[in-house]
């Protein structure tokens, strides 16, 4: 489901856009549940990088670093849902 049809996520989106300088980073619990596709990836991203704010995932052990390919990428292209996600260095994917 797109994030500006979750019931709490507009709220915290114009929330970020009123307050940015409140706020550090959204923290997401599960990336299989929070974003569908790579698409709503890049929109949070840009929206977060926008306003300054930082993603932190528990697969990626805190906050995801995008320009970083050591922390962004995978270990597995596809792992089952409720499995934790590795992240991985290239080159060292499974």
């Known amino acids: 489901m797109p994030w500006h049809k979750r019931p709490q996520a507009p709220a915290l989106l114009r929330h970020i856009a009123a307050n940015a300088h409140l706020v550090d980073a959204v923290v997401v619990g599960e990336y299989e549940r929070a974003f569908l596709d790579t698409d709503q990836v890049r929109a949070l991203r840009a929206f977060l990088e926008h ?18 390919p050591l922390r962004t990428k995978p270990c597995s292209p596809s792992w089952p849902r409720g499995h934790k996600r590795r992240w991985c260095a290239p080159g060292t994917e499974s």
């Open 51 to 68: 306003f300054r704010v930082r993603l932190w995932l528990p697969e990626a052990d805190g906050p995801v670093e995008f320009d970083n």
